[in-house]
């Protein structure tokens, strides 16, 4: 059983650029969630994907968007960067059952730079 | 939106049991308490949760408050394993938003 895999380690981008993210989901989740993580600070939630359709979705711009494909694999996309867009993306895939997720496995995470 | 405070570090010796408390005053009655921790250079992990009912697992127990005001997540004998950034979230199983504070860092004294 692999664990939950992200794409590239990491990237350097500048500002107004695009960005795509990649996540493989641990075999046997339907479910997918992206974070945010600045240095030094907890994870923000950005949205989750249920079965390839969003299912939640945090304090985040419509410039961020994202995709879950029929293999539960993920993107996140990022439109017009932004300087404070320098993060650490995580994703978390997930078993949603009965309306509830319980424990969320990491993958490590895709260092983004905007310069 | 309810939110988590923590204390922003801790220190235990090894071997020795630690607590590491949380508050979450505004919690609503539907909110699950997630605790997950994030070793140096790792994406969080699990380590338990629970929705009123004290809580046991292999890693760690959680005790929740009565009133759910709070909650202290016991990790029984500490090695320096569990040396991280221990992170108190609330779920809404609404949107399933896990809310993440600032969490309290562990370290763990040989």
């Known amino acids: 059983e692999t664990g939950v895999t992200q794409s590239p380690t990491h990237l350097i981008k500048t500002r107004g650029q695009q960005v795509t993210l990649r996540c493989s989901s641990q075999?046997?989740?339907?479910?997918v969630s992206w974070y945010q993580q600045a240095l030094g600070q907890g994870p923000q939630f950005i949205f989750q994907?249920?079965?390839?359709?969003?299912?939640g979705r945090g304090n985040f711009p419509p410039r961020f968007s994202g995709l879950q494909f029929p293999n539960y694999s993920s993107e996140l996309n990022v439109n017009a960067l932004e300087l404070d867009d320098s993060a650490l993306y995580l994703c978390a895939s997930s078993l949603l059952s009965g309306g509830l997720t319980n424990e969320q496995f990491f993958g490590p995470g895709t260092r983004l730079t905007v310069l | 939106d309810a939110k988590t405070t923590q204390p922003n570090s801790m220190e235990s010796n090894e071997e020795e049991p630690v607590h590491l408390p949380c508050n979450h005053s505004t919690i609503s009655g539907t909110d699950y308490i997630h605790w997950y921790r994030q070793l140096p250079s790792q994406g969080p992990e699990y380590v338990i949760h629970g929705l009123t009912s004290n809580v046991n697992n292999r890693m760690a127990s959680l005790a929740i408050a009565e009133d759910r005001k709070s909650s202290t997540l016991i990790l029984h004998r500490a090695t320096l394993r569990d040396a991280a950034v221990y992170y108190c979230i609330l779920r809404d199983p609404r949107n399933n938003d896990m809310r993440f504070g600032a969490g309290t860092r562990l370290t763990v004294k040989p």
């Open positions: 994907y249920y079965r390839e359709e969003e299912n």
């Open positions: 075999s046997g989740h339907n479910t």
